[in-house]
């Protein structure tokens, strides 16, 4: 359950920043799906919560609780922005509610990448180090091309995509540069380990 449930929310996930080709309608079903998958997850994981008053933390603990923390936060901003876009709860302008979604939706992606390198280690499954680094090159490529950091950093307005863009190459393309901060992350754990 808890896997199919993982697998399911990085294909949403793929899915809603893909939203240029999907539209609006899409979208909003997409994103009510991922809010159920979302509430799943966390109740699947309900012991991790638990566990966060007890002990002295260690350095990778410390790292857990940020990251998830900061995706949770978010999270949160994406579904409250979405709410107000959609026209369900208009809690806040249409401007701001845009400009938040959009940012939001960008850290959401990026801290859910740092998320799953936090609990996969992809870089152990791929025996040559090369692979890796050249995987992580090339997501550091698709990274620039797509002009990730704009959105991450409120620098626009509006999500830009060429007119020469096809769903599946835009989704090949997020996918990785997701795959790059799941191994990015794979790397600082792996130097975490070592001190």
Known sequence: MRKVI????????????AFPFTGQDIHIFLGIIMIVFFII??????????????????????LFITINSLLLIS???????????????PIMSYFLARKMHLVC?????????????????????IKNQIIVYGIMLIGIILFT???????????????YVSDQMNIVIYMFEYL????????????????????
């Open 6 to 17: 993982d697998v399911g929310m990085m294909i949403l996930l793929l899915l809603l920043m």
């Open 41 to 62: 997850h966390h109740y699947l994981n309900r012991r991790w919560y638990l566990s966060l008053f007890k002990g002295k933390k260690t350095k990778i603990q410390i």
């Open 75 to 89: 999270i949160f901003g994406v579904v409250l922005s979405g709410l107000t876009l959609a026209g369900y709860v």
């Open 105 to 125: 939706s960008y850290w959401s992606y990026l801290l859910m990448g740092l998320h799953v390198g936090l609990h996969l280690q992809v870089i152990k499954m």
């Open 145 to 159: 091309k797509n002009q990730i950091l704009i959105y991450l950093l409120n620098m626009s307005d509006f999500l």
């Open 176 to 195: 990785m540069i997701f795959i790059l901060f799941i191994l990015f992350m794979n790397v600082i754990i792996k130097e975490m380990k070592k001190k």
